[in-house]
């Protein structure tokens, strides 16, 4: 943790309890014996028992809004119901390992009780288009403060994450992760509809040049496109004839009339071919 500007907490003459350190779900932190302890995976309370100072942590990770630690401060105190915060005085210090600024605040703060007073480390973390920032208050009512200033402030600065649950970091990572597999299933997926278009895009500017060149060959060469259903293939014919039948062996006669069949009174098997058409 960082060096707390106050130093070490100093001899007191005010019978504090003796400081055990603890381990407890989210947070280590240090317990002054008989402090009631309360916490979650984003906040830890550590109250004395007459209610007339507390340390608190509040982290939160994940967040899309960039902080500076004095913003980080004010909405961790928003979420905490701690009302009419009023920073005194601040000052930069060395943030933790894995953040990028922090700094030191003295504040007070009003909850039901009445007026607080107290100190808060604020830390930030920025990157990956991601916010991390967490505070670690120690505060106590304002007629006591004095009393409180030089043994909590330092007891605050002990209190750190105990394990990746803290903060939710775990669960915000595996979301993160299954947020980055969904944004490069979507890439895939619009890169390859833009491809799919592009090409189908292609593909209908090259049949209109087809059928514009088709149109223009017959033009010029005088002829007409029918299918042969035997061959599977287009055959140009004379424009003198509507219709044109053929044979398997390949013999074709045309005629004008639409009712023309050259398979009645004839053992040969004769299919009409169809206009072709490019599509």
Same mark, same amino acid.
């Given at each position: 943790m960082s060096?707390?500007? &106050?130093? #070490?907490?100093?001899p007191s003459p005010y019978g504090f309890p003796p400081v055990?350190?603890?381990?407890g779900h989210y947070f280590r932190f240090p317990w002054p014996q008989g402090w009631q302890v309360q916490e979650n995976t984003n906040m830890l309370c550590v109250n004395a028992p007459d209610g007339s100072a507390a340390l608190m942590a509040v982290g939160l990770v994940g967040l899309m809004m960039p902080f500076t630690p004095d913003q980080f401060l004010f909405y961790a105190m928003q979420l905490s119901q701690l009302a009419n915060v009023r920073i005194l005085h601040g000052q930069p210090?060395?943030?933790a390992p894995g953040c990028s600024s922090a700094g030191a605040f003295e504040v007070t703060y009003g909850q039901p009780g009445g007026e607080c007073q107290g100190v808060i480390f604020s830390h930030v973390a920025l990157g990956y288009g991601q916010?991390? #920032?967490s505070i670690a208050m120690g505060a106590a009512r304002q007629a006591l403060w004095p009393r409180y200033?030089? &043994?909590?402030?330092p007891l605050a600065q002990q209190i750190a994450p105990a394990g990746p649950h803290t903060f939710m970091a775990s669960t915000v #990572? #595996?979301?993160?992760?299954?947020?980055?597999i969904a944004e490069g299933q979507h890439f895939r997926a619009v890169n390859d509809y833009i491809q799919h278009s592009q090409q189908q895009t292609t593909n209908e500017r090259w049949a209109a040049d087809e059928r514009q060149q088709f149109a223009f060959r017959e033009n010029?060469?005088?002829?007409?496109?029918?299918y042969d259903p035997y061959q599977g293939r287009p055959i140009e014919l004379s424009p003198q004839y509507a219709h044109y039948w053929v044979n398997r062996q390949g013999q074709i006669v045309g005629s004008n009339d639409p009712g023309f069949d050259p398979s009645r009174g004839s053992t040969e098997e004769w299919s009409r071919m169809d206009r072709y058409r490019p599509r």
């Open positions: 060096p707390p500007p &106050w130093g #070490a907490p100093p055990t350190p603890q381990v210090i060395p943030p916010c991390n #920032a200033r030089e &043994w909590l402030p #990572a #595996a979301q993160n992760l299954q947020n980055s010029l060469g005088g002829v007409v496109t029918h």
